[in-house]
């Protein structure tokens, strides 16, 4: 198992409702990306944080958006929610140095329900 | 940006019979090409990796094989074992992209 952890578990909401989840990277990690995965497909890139900043974004709308912490950690944020947020939402944390992609590492996962 | 397809959908073979999955990408800078197993309910788990420096890769079992002028890839699981079924998801990367673009998975079911 990797070290990232996600929180809560599940959540269910109701379509207008605003929800927040919760990532904490590996150890001696500085990235983390957000992927949302609808039932039955792969995960789709919603945005990366490096450093503190948002470093790259899908195609998702601006009620979705991050933070990440001094510590890495970091949150996901969607405003307004809609039927089709209902997901499985992954983060991955990585170490960023240069252009070399390394390894993600994936925490278990929040399953969000929208009713 | 880049776009990853993947078959088949779903795959069943029989235990000890080999499995092959193939995808292909569409953006010619890709250059790191990963595979992720996902069993019901859990994380997606690197199972192999390929960079474009090289067409093939071993790994006991499991083999991934590139072909950058065709811009596919495939996964290769020889001697297939009921713990093998899961989903299967390859995935694309570009230098400075960081983020990776997936592919929409394989069930792989390995009858006893």
């Known amino acids: 198992e990797t070290g990232v952890t996600q929180s809560p578990t599940h959540l269910i909401k109701t379509r207008g409702q605003q929800v927040t989840l919760r990532c904490s990277s590996q150890?001696?990690?500085?990235?983390v990306s957000w992927y949302q995965q609808a039932l039955g497909q792969g995960p789709q890139f919603i945005f990366q944080?490096?450093?503190?900043?948002?470093?790259g974004r899908g195609n998702f709308p601006p009620r979705f958006s991050g933070l990440q912490f001094p510590n890495y950690s970091s949150e996901l944020n969607v405003n307004a929610l809609e039927l089709d947020d209902s997901a499985l939402y992954l983060c991955?944390?990585?170490?960023?140095?240069?252009?070399?992609?390394?390894?993600?590492?994936f925490g278990p996962g929040t399953r969000l329900t929208v009713l | 940006g880049e776009n990853v397809e993947q078959h088949p959908s779903t795959l069943s073979v029989q235990e000890g019979d080999s499995a092959v999955i193939k995808c292909t990408y569409s953006?010619?800078?890709?250059?790191?090409f990963p595979w992720y197993k996902q069993e019901l309910g859990k994380r997606p788990q690197l199972i192999i990796d390929?960079?474009?420096?090289?067409g093939e890769k071993k790994d006991q079992r499991i083999a991934v094989t590139l072909n950058k002028t065709a811009k596919h890839f495939s996964l290769h699981i020889t001697e297939t074992q009921p713990e093998d079924s899961a989903v299967y998801f390859c995935?694309?990367?570009?230098?400075?992209?960081?983020?990776?673009?997936f592919g929409t998975g394989t069930r792989l079911t390995v009858i006893p």
């Open positions: 991955a944390s990585s170490w960023t140095s240069g252009a070399f992609y390394n390894e993600q590492f």
């Open positions: 150890s001696g990690h500085n990235t």
């Open positions: 944080y490096y450093r503190e900043e948002e470093n």
């Open positions: 953006d010619s800078a890709s250059n790191y």
């Open positions: 390929i960079r474009s420096n090289v």
């Open positions: 995935a694309a990367s570009f230098p400075g992209a960081n983020n990776l673009f």
